[in-house]
């Protein structure tokens, strides 16, 4: 069974950074969907026969590299990100990146370069009122890779025990990393963070269409069958690991001696 601790980061931390008004949305599909999408090495994750397509959107706030200082303009922004959940051959759990939307440039190119992460450059917006939490975002230059996301939380604290509680609910949050395919191989990068407060929350409105230009066509014309919302929590990545590979071993030449004529 999974676990909402993540596990030590086994190294130190290259970044920090804290996320806040996340958003969770996500829709059962078959495995064999997803499986085109998967880096060398790794296979989609599953639980009860099914995986899952994520619709994650949040605040990312106080980001500092290297134990350095906050990073006030550049390390603050919206991000809305279409992701899988991942499982490699030495049994290590993530989540895979389709797209991450980001509102500041310089960000967007840095992750492309150290990562290979498809990061993409958005015009976006988050904003909370009447109790509801409101997200938008068009890509630059491709107007149909835009989301209009709007969720209720719900406040409810015998609901939000049954989330914690919940293997679904631990599956889809507690990740702990994510695989890339970056310069040909692929990298393992560890995030460690305290348990996420999952609470509830009931989808308001979604007009989406990050969904279609990741790969799945029509996904969002049905209602997702998990949301979910949780205020804050602050992370720390580890530098990339690349999956153990076995050497095989070279095969021998035998030479045989020719025969005399």
């Known amino acids: 069974m999974m676990s909402s601790e993540a596990p030590l980061l086994g190294s130190p931390a290259i970044l920090r950074q804290r996320w806040s008004e996340v958003t969770f949305l996500h829709w059962r599909v078959d495995p064999s969907l997803v499986e085109p999408f998967m880096p060398a090495g790794c296979r989609p994750d599953t639980i009860g026969g099914s995986t899952w397509v994520g619709l994650i959107a949040f605040q990312m706030s106080r980001s500092s590299f290297f134990g350095g200082p906050r990073i006030p303009w550049l390390g603050d922004f919206p991000e809305v990100n279409v992701r899988l959940y991942s499982i490699d051959d030495q049994g290590r759990r993530g989540v895979v990146f389709l797209s991450l939307e980001a509102s500041h440039l310089i960000p967007v190119l840095t992750a492309q ?54 293997p679904v ?91 005399s004529s």
Request: proline fraction near 8%; hydrophobic fraction near 40%; charged fraction near 20%.
């Open 169 to 259: 609910a631990t599956f889809l949050t507690a990740r702990w990393a994510f695989h890339e395919t970056h310069r040909g191989a692929t990298i393992y990068c560890r995030n460690h963070h305290e348990p996420w407060p999952l609470q509830p929350a009931e989808l308001v409105y979604l007009d989406d269409g990050l969904l279609a230009a990741a790969g799945f066509e029509g996904l969002a014309d049905r209602a997702p069958d998990s949301v979910m919302y949780a205020t804050q929590v602050s992370t720390e990545f580890a530098s990339p690991q690349r999956p153990i590979r076995v050497r095989q071993p070279r095969a021998r030449t035998i030479w045989v001696p020719a025969r």
């Open 113 to 166: 370069a150290a990562f290979s992460l498809p990061y993409r450059w958005a015009s976006m917006q988050i904003g909370q009122r009447d109790g509801q939490v409101a997200y938008k975002t068009q890509r630059h230059g491709q107007p149909d890779a835009a989301s209009h996301i709007i969720v209720r939380p719900i406040d409810d604290p015998v609901a939000s025990v049954a989330l914690a509680a919940d």
